[in-house]
């Protein structure tokens, strides 16, 4: 079983950055993909990136591609996603993920584990 903790949401103006932590249980982190998802007010959730078990080789939706960076630190069980040049358009509950292989997915049901997730909010 793996836990996951999402930190690091709140409430940031345009233009600004936050970094968002996902904090996981359990002895087999190092191998399992990790990802982090997103669902704004009365949408869907969505995928925003996704990282490999070493590290070496991520994925990010086309929103945020250059804006947002996922990386992860094996040695603290913990996944992090730098969030940067913040839009109004990001403002959702932000999900961490993990799922029982090394290579990364993209969509919802390739993930087996979900943290309870944490609020971004952007003022415009």
């Known amino acids: 079983q793996v836990q996951l903790v999402e930190s690091g949401g709140g409430l940031v103006q345009a233009g600004g950055s936050l970094r968002l932590s996902c904090a996981a249980s359990?002895?087999?982190?190092?191998?399992?993909?990790l990802g982090w998802f997103r669902q704004p007010p009365g949408k869907e959730r969505d995928f925003v990136a996704a990282?490999?078990?070493?590290?070496?080789?991520?994925y990010y939706a086309d929103s945020v591609k250059g804006r947002f960076t996922i990386f992860r630190d094996n040695a603290k069980n913990t996944v992090y996603l730098q969030m940067n040049n913040l839009k109004p358009e990001d403002t959702a509950t932000y999900y961490c993920?993990?799922?029982?292989?090394?290579?990364?997915?993209?969509?919802?049901?390739?993930?087996?584990?979900w943290g309870q997730g944490t609020q971004v909010t952007v003022s415009s």
């Open positions: 359990g002895r087999t982190f190092s191998s399992y993909a």
């Open positions: 990282i490999n078990w070493s590290g070496r080789s991520t």
């Open positions: 993920a993990a799922r029982t292989v090394g290579s990364w997915g993209t969509q919802l049901s390739e993930y087996d584990y």
